[in-house]
């Protein structure tokens, strides 16, 4: 049987946890190659491992997505390990309550958590991209996916940074596919609702049954039904998509 991704080499960041890492394991089953990275090492060496266990090959690598020197040698070494790059997905991100700002009004937020938070879901997701880009001009194509939000198309409150940067994602998305779209490259975006991965523990905790109240199909999303939307559009099968933002939110 032929996977979606066959003969594909794939870079994965935030793939040490949640959506990213559930985005390897279905990108390897789908025949891709995967560098696996994290500012996380342990993590990313984790999906390594359980990339290994399925009989599977990818390489992990430490990346904090704020420091461009780290980003361009992570897309060197990814390049370096598979001898190309087709796929990438840009995926690492951090809720409002990891840098202490959860339930704050906009106009209480301390300017520290609203440029650290912009500094990785926003400017993380550009380095990341612009150095992808760089690297699939050369080999004449190639397919991007970013990690927005169902918070990149509707408000939510105490979560103005979050908020923001997820929009801001949409943006850089269409506007980077428009830019690209002429070498053949692809930029798409994921908008996934509530999924069940680590970054959404403290939030149920906090809001519990209410969260449920706000989505039709009544219950949380797994991360691999995000892993499935995010092959098929980095696949040759999605080969006329380009600056979408797809809903995988239950409605
Ligand atoms: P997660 O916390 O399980 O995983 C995030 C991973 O990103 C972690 O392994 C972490 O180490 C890594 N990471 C964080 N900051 C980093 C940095 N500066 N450099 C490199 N790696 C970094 O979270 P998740 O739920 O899998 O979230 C993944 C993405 O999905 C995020 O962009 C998040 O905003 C987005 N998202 C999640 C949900 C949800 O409900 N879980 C909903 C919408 C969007």
Redesign the pocket.
């Known amino acids: 049987m032929t996977g979606m991704l066959d003969g594909k080499s794939a870079l994965i960041?935030?793939a040490?946890?949640?959506?990213?890492r559930a985005a390897a394991l279905a990108f390897v089953r789908e025949g891709a190659w995967v560098a696996a990275a994290?500012?996380?090492l342990d993590?990313a060496k984790a999906t390594v491992a359980a990339i290994e266990a399925m009989g599977g090959e990818a390489v992990a690598i430490a990346?904090?997505?704020?420091d461009d020197a780290q980003v361009a040698a992570m897309v060197a070494a990814a390049v370096n390990a598979f001898g190309g790059l087709d796929c990438a997905f840009n995926?690492?991100?951090?809720?409002p309550y990891q840098l202490n700002s959860a339930g704050v009004l906009t106009a209480d937020l301390e300017e520290a958590s609203w440029l650290g938070l912009i500094d990785?879901?926003l400017h993380?997701v550009w380095r990341c991209l612009r150095h992808e880009v760089v690297q699939m001009r050369k080999q004449g194509g190639g397919a991007v996916v970013n990690?927005a939000?169902i918070l990149g198309l509707i408000g939510s409150g105490g979560a103005a940074a979050y908020v923001a940067s997820k929009h801001a994602v949409v943006g850089l998305t269409k506007a980077a596919a428009i830019d690209h779209a002429p070498e053949n490259i692809r930029v798409n975006a994921v908008c996934?609702?509530?999924?069940e991965?680590?970054?959404?523990e403290e939030t149920v905790r906090r809001r519990g049954e209410a969260l449920m109240a706000r989505v039709p199909m009544a219950r949380m999303g797994r991360?691999e039904e995000i892993a499935e939307a995010v092959v098929w559009m980095c696949s040759d099968r999605a080969g006329f998509v380009t600056g979408s933002c797809w809903q995988v939110d239950g409605g």
């Open positions: 960041t935030g040490g946890s949640g959506i990213g994290d500012r996380n993590a990346c904090d997505v704020t995926n690492a991100g951090v809720a990785i879901n993380g990690t939000s996934p609702g509530y999924i991965t680590p970054m959404t991360p």
